[in-house]
């Protein structure tokens, strides 16, 4: 079946620090991928997306390039705020799939001043 | 994009009672989801909602113990039943904006309902 495997956390980082969260998955065809932020005590946003290999996603000084021949998304920042702490998930969806999003575990980023 | 509410946000309930979860849309959608993430954990999938039929279980998860309700399609519910300590999680709602061609856009979710059973 479908799954996403990203990295364990907590990430811990200082401020202007880079950041990346690798994200790997196993899934028929060609998904979606995603990335989703949960913000302390609040529900998941969109963070972003890539809907085919090589395509990019990037919001809020994030990127993430959807790698077919490594199935791979990972997300990347290069310079974190405080404001970036949070959870971090990865995810896919199959366009055959209508609203079964696979997520991955989660990743807990928290930046220090 | 869709704007989704949910109610209660938070709740604390005894173990053996049940609690009734509500989500409303500000736009109509043929799906919707209900999720549950677990304490440190990622989410999963609970069943999907369609309006006017009856809802479709993923494995592990049971009408009796998640009735689910969707009278229209801007509404859905979800209870939690005979609630036992392990039925604490957060529980969110979703729906999914479709975009041409096949392609996924994004699933949209409500705030969550972050439930304590006692």
């Known amino acids: 079946g479908d799954s996403v495997t990203q990295m364990e956390g907590p990430v811990t980082l200082s401020e202007e620090a880079f950041l990346t969260i690798n994200c790997t998955y196993t899934a028929t065809g060609y998904p979606s991928l995603f990335w989703y932020v949960q913000y302390p005590g609040e529900g998941l946003q969109l963070l972003l997306k890539?809907?085919?290999?090589?395509d990019k996603g990037s919001n809020k000084g994030f990127e993430a390039t959807y790698r077919k021949e490594t199935t791979s998304f990972h997300l990347e920042k290069g310079s974190v705020q405080v404001s970036d702490s949070a959870v971090y998930f990865c995810a896919l969806i199959r366009t055959d799939s209508w609203g079964k999003f696979q997520f991955g575990a989660g990743t807990q980023v928290v930046v220090t001043p | 994009s869709a704007v989704i509410s949910q109610k209660p946000s938070r709740d604390i309930c005894q173990r053996g009672t049940s609690l009734t979860i509500q989500c409303q849309v500000d736009?109509?959608?043929?799906?919707m989801f209900w999720y549950r993430q677990q304490p440190g954990q990622s989410l999963t999938l609970i069943a999907t909602?369609?309006?006017?039929?009856?809802?479709?279980?993923e494995s592990g998860f049971v009408i009796d113990k998640f009735p689910i309700s969707r009278p229209n399609l801007t509404f859905s519910t979800l209870t939690v039943s005979n609630m036992s300590p392990e039925d604490s999680s957060i529980y969110l709602c979703?729906?999914?904006?479709?975009?041409?061609?096949?392609?996924?856009?994004?699933?949209?979710f409500g705030q969550g309902t972050r439930l304590t059973v006692v």
């Open positions: 909602a369609n309006q006017g039929s009856e809802a479709t279980y």
């Open positions: 890539a809907t085919k290999a090589d």
């Open positions: 979703s729906v999914e904006e479709g975009g041409g061609q096949g392609y996924r856009t994004e699933a949209f």
């Open positions: 736009s109509q959608v043929t799906m």
